[in-house]
């Protein structure tokens, strides 16, 4: 964690100190509950709480100081010192910017629909090898998240690997323009947040902000696979490579090979080398994740076996296809989030990666869909239909939306229960799993699938 020099956070942020500074500030963080000694507590102000509440225990967690709003430092007479601004958001954003103008790193911006997460963590993993990486902090991609992650860095690293996500129209603009990407990576875009957008294209024009904020001397990673690759391509006014796992005059075209070692042979139109990846994880949806920090690894320089080793060490975040044995049973909890493209990409790798097991399938909402979600809960109902199954529990709502795809597209060979909750899709899997059984938990994060996985753990199946 970079240390910082009070005088020089002042002059960042417009701010004046009230009482007498600390020599120094260790680290800045939001969240009273993380502080560390030495710390700049920042008190933002959201929707529910506000951060003002919770100077006072940020201080008697040793916090250095806080940064606070002018009100709340003309109500007390804490000698505790206070940087007062007039709005601690916007300060915190100042903050980032005149540290990021201190730190020479080569940075990386990476955003799409899906697989952001992931691949930033490849594409760190991978840079690693060449120097000191700071990467986004789990997945703080927006507009609190950004700032505090690119606060993080040190003024020598060599590389810093930064997601930028969005919700609604316009909210790219402002990361990208902070973070002042050297390197543009695009994951796969599909219908996410597409309640806040008119249509795709209009998520795909959102998306290809990074792209057009690189430098001249910069690089735009992009897919041939994805259906706007024309739109994005446009949108680049630097070098551009070129990825595909399905046209072989991409600037590295992989083929998957899945089965034992799930290897992705991956070509180099440039050079003719060839090389087979050993993947961390099932799934062509990985091996997709996985050829990008490949094409960023390489175009940095970096050999084919380093960038194998560092792949294959690739550990997934919470509730990112974490597998556990329950009492013989197999749970892949892959429920941090879903949407269209990331359900179909689950149950394909759960059926490539257990084809003798008897799969069972535990479904929920998939949210921020707007008008279009009933067509595409239905339509992940037909996607269920075309794969073998133990049988089917849908959970909540949505789900018995998919469930009507399913009965709908009338050619099931298993059974579908609905559910209303993820205790009562515990209660129904309880009755029925037997060791030997592969149970994959997919849905929105509202659905809360991951409870599934404790009620399993903390009682005894029927």
């Known amino acids: 964690m970079a240390h910082f020099d009070p005088v020089q956070l002042a002059a960042w942020c417009r701010g004046m100190w009230q009482g007498q ?28 709480l506000d951060g003002h509440q919770f100077v006072s225990e940020a201080r008697q967690r040793s916090a250095g100081a806080a940064l606070v709003q002018a009100e709340f430092a003309t109500a007390t007479r804490d000698e505790f010192p206070l940087l007062v601004v007039e709005d601690t958001l916007q300060a915190l954003t100042e903050l980032a910017r005149g540290h990021r103008s201190r730190c020479k790193a080569c940075m990386v911006g990476v955003t799409g629909s899906v697989g952001k997460t992931s691949v930033k963590e490849m594409v760190a993993d991978v840079l690693s090898h060449l120097g000191r990486v700071t990467r986004t902090h789990g ?30 129209p316009g909210e790219l603009a402002p990361l990208c323009e902070l973070l002042r990407p050297d390197v543009g990576v695009l994951t796969p875009i599909g219908p996410v947040h597409i309640e806040n957008f008119d249509s795709v294209a209009d998520i795909a ?67 003719g080398i060839e090389h087979r990846y050993p993947m961390p994880l099932p799934g062509r949806y990985v091996a997709d994740n996985a050829l990008r920090a490949i094409a960023v690894g390489r175009e940095m320089g970096l050999s084919p076996d380093i960038i194998g080793h560092a792949i294959a060490a690739y550990q997934p975040l919470s509730m990112r296809w974490q597998v556990e044995d329950l009492d013989g049973v197999r749970v892949v909890n892959d429920a941090y989030n879903a949407n269209p493209i990331s359900m179909r990409s689950a149950i394909e790798a759960l059926q490539e990666s257990y084809p003798h097991d008897r799969l069972w399938l535990v479904v929920g909402g998939m949210f921020e869909l707007g008008q279009i979600e009933p067509q595409e809960h239905a ?53 029925h799993l037997q060791p030997g059984d592969t149970v994959l938990l997919k849905a929105s994060r509202g659905e809360k699938l991951e409870h599934i996985v404790e009620h399993l753990r903390n009682r005894e199946m029927a």
């Open 21 to 48: 500074p600390p020599q120094f500030i260790a680290g800045i963080t939001q969240d009273s509950r993380s502080v560390h000694p030495g710390d700049l507590y920042v008190a933002l102000c959201g929707e529910r």
């Open 139 to 168: 997945n703080w991609n927006n507009h609190i998240g950004l700032p505090l992650s690119m606060l993080r860095m040190e003024p020598t690293d060599h590389y810093g690997v930064f997601e930028v996500g969005m919700n609604h």
């Open 205 to 271: 024009r959102e998306k290809a902000t990074l792209l057009q904020t690189l430098t001249e001397s910069g690089q735009a990673i992009l897919s041939l696979d994805d259906p706007w690759f024309e739109l994005l391509r446009e949108r680049v006014g630097s070098r551009c490579i070129v990825i595909s796992m399905e046209r072989s005059e991409a600037d590295y075209y992989g083929e998957w090979h899945p089965g034992n070692g799930h290897l992705l042979h991956v070509r180099e139109r440039a050079t």
């Open 379 to 431: 339509e992940l109902g037909y996607y269920i239909t075309q794969f073998r199954w133990a049988g089917v529990v849908t959970v909540g709502g949505l789900g018995r939306q998919i469930a009507a795809g399913i009965a709908e597209a009338g050619t099931a060979s298993f059974g579908v229960v609905s559910v209303p909750d993820p205790q009562a899709a515990a209660d129904e899997l309880m009755h």
